[in-house]
């Protein structure tokens, strides 16, 4: 971790920024560049801040994300129109993560503890923000996602010439879809279906929060205005975000997030306790589901809509990562008088089958 008046080793960091003044050096140099070396992302300053901040977990010995295998590097944050999904915060842990083991010179920087190097630095990297080539060396790998957008498009419209025309004007899917953030559970792809069929929102570990406004905004916006017919709540086996609630990782803010799977353990941990640490992430991927198909049936929402004699039904399904296959847990409610029923009929069949 970088900290004034920490160590020593003044002059490493003062050699660098005499040479870069003094030889008129172009201010991207290969020195530089491994100072401020940056993954790909849409915001290089926050990533250094996160860089700080996983370093200091590490020198205290915090565990970090510890089964997302996933190596995506680009954060998706759109909108919640039916086929575009969004894709969650795990791996940037990983790679800050990865730039806290690899070695090369990305990890030079962190045996510089100089007084009142985070000001020199902040000064250099506002300097450099501003030259071209280290813009473009930032935004590069950015170009290739663009060039498939257009590529996707024309293919797209080759097949169906008129399909983006009808898609903005008018979207009616018939599924809410409400999954885990990761990147490796795609909803459209999944299932099948085309953009403007299935109405998705994503978060850590598919939670639902009876004061979650994003996700009950979701929710009501796609039963009161799209008359959605089917909602699925849908996990996967292997969720970092449930294995870390189980194993009560310390992370930081999501933390808080987590906080609402451990109350998922504890209220089955007569169940979770009879099975070893490995097997007991995927039964509590299962019952995380199970319990969050609950909350989006006690939802006011869902309640108003049954009321009203609206179809609708709510089902709980878990993905394979390994086969790519869903798994129906048999959670399916259509009606608020088969809840408790339907809820402990596939309590059961989970406990049966797992204990087995
Ligand atoms: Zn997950």
């Given at each position: 971790m970088w900290s004034p008046g920490q160590g020593s080793g003044t002059g490493i960091i003062l050699i660098p920024l005499a040479v870069l003044v003094f030889t008129k050096q172009p201010l991207v140099t290969a020195n530089t560049?491994?100072?401020?070396?940056?993954?790909?992302?849409?915001?290089?300053?926050?990533?250094?801040?996160?860089?700080?901040?996983?370093?200091?977990?590490?020198?205290?010995?915090?565990?970090?994300?510890?089964?997302?295998?996933h190596n995506d590097k680009t954060l998706?944050?759109?909108?919640?129109?039916?086929?575009?999904g969004s894709t969650g915060c795990m791996h940037h842990n990983n790679r800050t993560r990865r730039?806290?083991?690899?070695?090369?010179?990305?990890?030079?920087?962190?045996?510089?503890?100089?007084?009142?190097k985070?000001?020199?630095?902040?000064?250099?990297?506002?300097?450099?923000?501003?030259?071209?080539?280290?813009?473009?060396?930032?935004?590069?790998?950015?170009r290739h996602l663009l060039k498939n957008n257009q590529q996707w498009s024309q293919a797209t419209r080759r097949e169906e010439p008129e399909f983006f025309l009808k898609l903005s004007k008018q979207q009616s899917p018939e599924y809410l879809w409400i999954g885990c953030a990761d990147s490796r559970v795609p909803a459209n792809e999944i299932v099948g279906l085309l953009p403007g069929e299935l109405f998705v929102h994503r978060n850590v570990a598919n939670v639902v929060v009876h004061t979650d406004l994003n996700c009950l905004s979701v929710l009501q916006y796609a039963v009161e205005i799209l008359k959605v017919k089917h909602i699925?709540?849908?996990?996967?086996?292997?969720?970092?975000?449930?294995?870390?609630a189980l194993e009560n990782q310390q992370l930081g803010l999501i933390d808080n997030w987590l906080r609402h799977i451990q109350d998922v353990r504890e209220k089955h941990h007569t169940l979770v306790d009879l099975f070893q640490q490995k097997e007991r992430i995927d039964l509590l991927c299962e019952l995380n589901v199970l319990e969050q198909v609950i909350h989006v049936c006690q939802t006011t929402i869902v309640r108003d809509a049954w009321r009203s004699g609206q179809q609708l039904s709510v089902n709980g399904w878990v993905y394979g990562l390994r086969d790519g296959l869903v798994h129906d847990l048999g959670i399916s409610v259509i009606h608020p008088g088969e809840i408790a029923e339907v809820y402990h009929s596939a309590l059961t069949n989970i406990a049966q089958r797992d204990v087995e």
């Open positions: 560049r491994s100072l401020f070396q940056q993954p790909a992302n849409t915001n290089a300053l926050a990533t250094e801040r996160r860089g700080a901040e996983g370093a200091a977990a590490s020198a205290q010995g915090k565990p970090g994300w510890a089964t997302s295998g998706m944050v759109g909108s919640f129109r039916s086929g575009s730039s806290l083991t690899d070695s090369g010179p990305r990890q030079q920087p962190r045996n510089l503890a100089v007084p009142g985070p000001a020199i630095l902040s000064s250099l990297r506002d300097q450099l923000v501003g030259n071209p080539s280290y813009r473009d060396t930032i935004l590069h790998p950015l699925i709540v849908c996990g996967h086996y292997g969720c970092g975000g449930v294995q870390a």
